[in-house]
């Protein structure tokens, strides 16, 4: 049994809704920090990302070798699991396609992996043909720590915490591995337009 | 047995800076509290949204009567309410008391330092009445640190210290007129003079800001406080 | 791997604020538990662990070496409770 709380509307929950808003997001100017830890200080001189195959092989660029990469800029809608979402943020960065363009593998899932510890895992069709990126310019300036600088991925047809922040490479994988908050009770795939919140939605 | 949600109605607020207040609630049922805990609040929006905080006791227990210290956080979803919007006489659902942990009970005899950033202050000053109403526990000192005299906590409560307690403002951002300390963040000179007055037994509680908290615990074991005799607690 | 600063900047609270999210599962106060870090192997209660959160979950690590000690996720349903940094975890029903 709950009493209500007159007046109480928690943060920002307008009533108008749009056909750009998955089913129980609110839209949001601000551009809300979760963290599950500590933001970690990654100095571009020693950052590096590395894909590494279900065959043990790796493939690594340092933040030159990555910037020298063909760059795109993309604009899209970001939705978190705690319900908010941020219409037409502009990021840069490299497509996956272009980094995992030379990876041989047979593998269907990638666990992204990140400095300070947080995984997440998908499908790795999911980041494929144009789908996801691995970002480190937001809005023209560089991604700050708090956002997952230097660099995140960027997965925007899934919920928020799939973009994993400070990530420093994939780890491509047969079986599908469920990470950080797959593995504390939310949904393996969540995809913001089928509500896939939790465990078992 | 989970410790269950009851109501709470809000029957006073008073004003003790301009962005933070004191709550009095009434909890029909209430079971009591030490000096230290705090409760969990909740709030339910029409549409079932629900937000729960945690807020320290400001106060021992009186019956049902619950003395909670809010400061109003910018963006915060829950503190900006409490402070300004909740009406007089409107109910939220309170869970608790809760934490056994960052408390002061009654039969302690050692001398206690208190170390407070900001609204910190509001379970060490829990302490303070708890050993005022008991007339029992060693010497008391409270060192707390406040940006200027308006974000002041309690200002007449803890000027008139008795014999039993040593209170030290110190001022980080503007000193009053006549200070002899110049505003400025704790340092270790400030924390000397105390610890020094604490036997190895004596007992330090620190609470405020997250980075308050860490400064002051790491000057307190460099000056040769045992950090096992040291406990902090951190809101954010 | 980059080395994460003990002196963070953060938001956090401590281990003191698990006490009520904790209580719908257990019956004893959690704040007072000891806590031994697999990572650095300091010691302490539970009280003084730093804690992330609460949204979209509360991860409680290691003050000294940012070790997660425990994670717990509430949702209508199930609360679900992992303990220190490995997979695997319990699932509760939710305490109404």
């Given at each position: 049994m709950s009493s209500l709380s007159p007046g109480f509307h928690g943060r920002g929950r307008p009533a108008s809704l749009s056909e750009r808003l998955p089913p129980g997001q609110y839209p949001t100017e601000s551009f809300p920090v979760l963290s599950a830890g500590p933001t970690p200080r990654v100095p571009t001189e020693t950052w590096t990302f590395t894909v590494t195959t279900e065959a043990g092989e790796e493939h690594s660029w340092t933040w030159d070798e990555m910037t020298a990469l063909p760059q795109e800029e993309s604009v899209h809608d970001i939705h978190c699991v705690t319900r908010w979402s941020k219409f037409d943020t502009r990021w840069r960065g490299v497509s996956l396609d272009t980094l995992l363009a030379d990876v041989d593998t047979a593998a269907e899932y990638a666990v992204a992996h990140s400095y300070g510890g947080y995984t997440t895992n998908l499908p790795l069709e999911d980041l494929l043909d144009g789908k996801a990126w691995l970002v480190h310019t937001y809005d023209d300036y560089p991604l700050s720590p708090e956002h997952g600088g230097p660099a995140r991925l960027l997965v925007?047809?899934?919920?928020?915490?799939?973009?994993?922040?400070w990530v420093r490479g994939l780890r491509l994988t047969q079986d599908d591995e469920p990470g950080f908050w797959e593995t504390a009770g939310y949904h393996n795939y969540g995809d913001p337009w089928r509500e896939q919140r939790h465990w078992g939605d | 047995m989970p410790i269950p949600w009851r109501s709470a109605r809000l029957v006073k607020r008073e004003d003790q800076t301009a962005s933070a207040r004191t709550l009095v609630l009434e909890a029909p049922g209430w079971p009591g509290h030490l000096a230290g805990q705090h409760v969990d609040v909740r709030l339910t929006a029409d549409d079932g949204y629900q937000a729960a905080r945690s807020y320290s006791l400001a106060a021992p227990a009186d019956g049902d009567r619950l003395e909670l210290g809010v400061q109003s956080t910018a963006g915060g979803e829950v503190s900006p309410y409490l402070v300004?919007?909740?009406?007089?006489g409107a109910e939220v659902e309170v869970r608790g008391p809760l934490g056994n942990w960052f408390v002061w009970r009654a039969g302690q005899s050692e001398p206690v330092l208190l170390v407070a950033g900001g609204s910190g202050v509001v379970p060490l000053m829990a302490m303070i009445r708890a050993r005022r109403q008991t007339a029992t526990g060693g010497p008391f000192q409270l060192v707390y640190s406040v940006r200027g005299e308006p974000d002041l906590w309690y200002h007449d409560e803890l000027r008139?210290?008795?014999?039993d307690l040593d209170v030290r403002v110190l001022y980080t951002r503007q000193a009053p007129p006549g200070s002899t300390r110049a505003a400025g963040r704790l340092t270790a000179a400030d924390l000397e003079p105390v610890v020094s007055r604490l036997t190895p037994a004596g007992t330090v509680y620190v609470c405020g800001p997250t980075a308050f908290v860490e400064t002051a615990a790491e000057l307190l074991t460099s000056s040769?406080?045992?950090?096992?005799?040291i406990r902090t607690e951190r809101f954010g | 791997m980059a080395q994460v600063s003990p002196?963070?900047?953060?938001p956090h609270l401590d281990g003191n604020s698990l006490a009520g999210p904790l209580s719908d599962l257990f019956s004893v106060d959690v704040t007072r538990a000891w806590w031994r870090c697999p990572g650095c192997g300091s010691t302490g209660p539970l009280a003084e662990l730093h804690v992330y959160g609460p949204e979209p979950g509360l991860t409680a690590r290691c003050a000294h070496c940012s070790q997660v000690a425990l994670r717990l996720v509430r949702h209508e349903e199930h609360t679900w409770l992992t303990l220190g940094g490995a997979e695997g975890a319990f699932r509760f029903r939710t305490a109404r």
């Amino acid at each position: 049994m709950s009493s209500l709380s007159p007046g109480f509307h928690g943060r920002g929950r307008p009533a108008s809704l749009s056909e750009r808003l998955p089913p129980g997001q609110y839209p949001t100017e601000s551009f809300p920090v979760l963290s599950a830890g500590p933001t970690p200080r990654v100095p571009t001189e020693t950052w590096t990302f590395t894909v590494t195959t279900e065959a043990g092989e790796e493939h690594s660029w340092t933040w030159d070798e990555m910037t020298a990469l063909p760059q795109e800029e993309s604009v899209h809608d970001i939705h978190c699991v705690t319900r908010w979402s941020k219409f037409d943020t502009r990021w840069r960065g490299v497509s996956l396609d272009t980094l995992l363009a030379d990876v041989d593998t047979a593998a269907e899932y990638a666990v992204a992996h990140s400095y300070g510890g947080y995984t997440t895992n998908l499908p790795l069709e999911d980041l494929l043909d144009g789908k996801a990126w691995l970002v480190h310019t937001y809005d023209d300036y560089p991604l700050s720590p708090e956002h997952g600088g230097p660099a995140r991925l960027l997965v925007p047809h899934l919920y928020f915490w799939k973009s994993a922040k400070w990530v420093r490479g994939l780890r491509l994988t047969q079986d599908d591995e469920p990470g950080f908050w797959e593995t504390a009770g939310y949904h393996n795939y969540g995809d913001p337009w089928r509500e896939q919140r939790h465990w078992g939605d | 047995m989970p410790i269950p949600w009851r109501s709470a109605r809000l029957v006073k607020r008073e004003d003790q800076t301009a962005s933070a207040r004191t709550l009095v609630l009434e909890a029909p049922g209430w079971p009591g509290h030490l000096a230290g805990q705090h409760v969990d609040v909740r709030l339910t929006a029409d549409d079932g949204y629900q937000a729960a905080r945690s807020y320290s006791l400001a106060a021992p227990a009186d019956g049902d009567r619950l003395e909670l210290g809010v400061q109003s956080t910018a963006g915060g979803e829950v503190s900006p309410y409490l402070v300004h919007d909740l009406p007089i006489g409107a109910e939220v659902e309170v869970r608790g008391p809760l934490g056994n942990w960052f408390v002061w009970r009654a039969g302690q005899s050692e001398p206690v330092l208190l170390v407070a950033g900001g609204s910190g202050v509001v379970p060490l000053m829990a302490m303070i009445r708890a050993r005022r109403q008991t007339a029992t526990g060693g010497p008391f000192q409270l060192v707390y640190s406040v940006r200027g005299e308006p974000d002041l906590w309690y200002h007449d409560e803890l000027r008139a210290d008795g014999p039993d307690l040593d209170v030290r403002v110190l001022y980080t951002r503007q000193a009053p007129p006549g200070s002899t300390r110049a505003a400025g963040r704790l340092t270790a000179a400030d924390l000397e003079p105390v610890v020094s007055r604490l036997t190895p037994a004596g007992t330090v509680y620190v609470c405020g800001p997250t980075a308050f908290v860490e400064t002051a615990a790491e000057l307190l074991t460099s000056s040769g406080q045992n950090p096992a005799r040291i406990r902090t607690e951190r809101f954010g | 791997m980059a080395q994460v600063s003990p002196h963070h900047d953060s938001p956090h609270l401590d281990g003191n604020s698990l006490a009520g999210p904790l209580s719908d599962l257990f019956s004893v106060d959690v704040t007072r538990a000891w806590w031994r870090c697999p990572g650095c192997g300091s010691t302490g209660p539970l009280a003084e662990l730093h804690v992330y959160g609460p949204e979209p979950g509360l991860t409680a690590r290691c003050a000294h070496c940012s070790q997660v000690a425990l994670r717990l996720v509430r949702h209508e349903e199930h609360t679900w409770l992992t303990l220190g940094g490995a997979e695997g975890a319990f699932r509760f029903r939710t305490a109404r």
